[in-house]
């Protein structure tokens, strides 16, 4: 059920055909709509595949003995209720994937940062199992796509798991043996009826059918911790923190610039981290510490050096630098789609006195913290607004503060006039540019990936 552009929905159909299924894929988008998606099937899949397109009916609910959703499906989607009670199996990409691989995973989730985790995970663990790969929520590496590379070898899984992922997750009964949760801020609102808290129950699922011998990594300083452990995991629990662990809890926390990890009361320093925190700011610190903890827990033999730190990948679309040379920075933060995204990289680059692009598409946050960020940072003549439903509450919330006064407020329809003006407000085209958009991408995107694409191939023209 959803086909999808981005991949994952092809490499869940691949995988089902070539383990032996017959697939029926229903999407609400028309066969031209999928036609992209349609071709990478060959000759022999498509005669194990029936299209149903252009819109969802009954039958095939009911004829079918399984049902694999998308992601993207809304969990209220009446289909879906349908075959609940006609007795059918519910499964999506991840619950197929930890029903087999759950014992030996990795499963990173969270707000901010577990896309930088997973990567930085998979990187990491490479020095000594080989190409160890993050799966998951990203269009390069489904989770299905990548099962059989991994099912066939002793290579570790390492895998991002959204929210929606884990609305279907229980239904494998598996966990991952090491589960993250990186944070948790509001996001994603727009989907969870419940509020804040229906979506802190999804990432909660990433434990729920964790044992003893399981470990669970939460963040000491998020406040949404604390609903975590009052559902009583059965996992032991490690904690990360920018500041030390209160006494008696095992983690990884940073004391006199260092790394320490903690166990049973015995403590034991990692690397030195001051200057990385200086360098890549306090969010990447943190996202420092959940994966070097994961890494310790999984693997405590794997040695981890200031080296490999320092040889860690920069993810894309996630504050990543696309340009840097003769006094030029220019930072794609595409995959920023809340406020606190924005907050942080505000905070990473404040001395620096950026210009800022931001918003887009809103998910029901709040933007109030965001706006004080701004005011704090940036002059009305440094903000670069793209519209959308997203962009309005930020603006009301920047009129709140005084930001704009009798100042002009630059907004713009598309992203190439918003590139075009900051760049003209650089002096000598030397400075440091943001795009960070803090909200959703869909009222003039297909997604944040073509957001992110769409703006480096601006910035290429701009920047030649």
């Known amino acids: 059920m959803g086909l999808g552009l981005l991949g994952g929905g092809v490499a869940t159909s691949k995988w089902l055909i070539k383990?032996?299924?017959?697939?029926?894929?229903?999407?609400?988008?028309?066969?031209?709509?999928?036609?992209?998606?349609?071709?990478?099937?060959?000759?022999?899949?498509?005669?194990?595949?029936?299209?149903?397109?252009?819109?969802?009916?009954?039958r095939d609910f009911l004829e079918n003995d399984i049902i694999v959703i998308n992601p993207a499906v809304p969990k209220e989607s009446p289909f879906i209720a349908f075959g609940k009670n006609a007795g059918k199996q519910i499964e999506n990409d991840a619950s197929l994937f930890f029903r087999f691989l759950g014992e030996r995973a990795i499963g990173v989730t969270g707000t901010r940062g577990k896309t930088t985790v997973t990567n930085w995970i998979a990187s990491l663990l490479s020095s000594k199992y080989g190409d160890v790969r993050a799966s998951g929520n990203t269009p390069a590496n489904a989770f299905l796509k990548e099962f059989d590379r991994i099912s066939e070898t002793e290579i570790p899984a390492v895998a991002e798991l959204s929210s929606w992922q884990l609305e279907t997750l229980p239904s494998s009964e598996k966990a991952p043996h090491i589960a993250v949760i990186t944070n948790l801020f509001p996001d994603h609102l727009n989907r969870y009826t419940e509020g804040i808290e229906g979506y802190a129950k999804a990432k909660a699922n990433i434990f729920k059918h964790q044992k003893e011998n399981d470990f669970l990594i939460l963040n000491a300083?998020?406040?949404?911790?604390?609903?975590?452990?009052?559902?009583?995991?059965?996992?032991?629990?490690?904690?990360?923190?920018?500041?030390?662990?209160?006494?008696?809890?095992?983690?990884?926390?940073?004391?006199?610039?260092?790394?320490?990890?903690?166990?049973?009361?015995?403590?034991?320093?990692?690397?030195?981290?001051?200057?990385f925190a200086e360098k890549m700011g306090e969010h990447n610190l943190e996202n420092l510490l959940a994966t070097t903890l994961a890494i310790t827990l999984f693997d405590p033999k794997l040695k981890i050096t200031k080296k490999m730190v320092d040889g860690l990948p920069q993810i894309p679309f996630r504050q990543?630098?696309?340009?840097?040379?003769?006094?030029?920075?220019?930072?794609?933060?595409?995959?920023?789609?809340?406020?606190?995204?924005?907050?942080?990289?505000?905070?990473?680059?404040?001395?620096q006195r950026?210009?800022?692009?931001?918003?887009?598409?809103?998910?029901?946050?709040?933007?109030?913290?965001?706006?004080?960020?701004?005011?704090?940072?940036?002059?009305?003549?440094?903000?670069?607004?793209?519209?959308?439903s997203a962009t309005k509450k930020l603006i009301l919330e920047l009129k709140k503060n005084k930001f704009y006064t009798d100042k002009k407020i630059l907004l713009f329809e598309t992203l190439p006039e918003c590139v075009e003006f900051a760049t003209a407000s650089l002096v000598k085209k030397k400075g440091t540019l943001l795009f960070s958009p803090g909200s959703a991408s869909f009222e003039k995107f297909r997604n944040e990936f073509h957001r992110g694409e769409t703006f480096n191939e601006i910035v290429k023209i701009n920047f030649k």
């Open 354 to 388: 950026p210009l800022l692009i931001t918003g887009g598409t809103d998910k029901d946050l709040e933007f109030s913290d965001l706006a004080k960020e701004i005011k704090k940072t940036l002059k009305p003549s440094e903000l670069f607004l793209l519209n959308g």
């Open 320 to 351: 990543e630098i696309v340009v840097n040379k003769n006094g030029l920075v220019v930072v794609n933060d595409s995959a920023g789609t809340s406020p606190d995204a924005t907050v942080a990289i505000l905070r990473r680059f404040s001395k």
């Open 221 to 275: 300083g998020n406040p949404w911790t604390k609903f975590f452990l009052s559902l009583k995991p059965k996992s032991q629990i490690f904690y990360f923190s920018k500041k030390s662990l209160l006494k008696g809890k095992n983690g990884m926390f940073v004391k006199d610039g260092m790394m320490v990890f903690r166990m049973n009361g015995e403590e034991k320093e990692i690397i030195e981290v001051k200057k």
């Open 19 to 58: 383990h032996g299924a017959l697939v029926t894929v229903t999407d609400s988008k028309t066969e031209s709509d999928l036609s992209q998606s349609i071709a990478q099937f060959t000759p022999s899949e498509k005669k194990k595949l029936t299209l149903s397109l252009g819109g969802h009916i009954e």
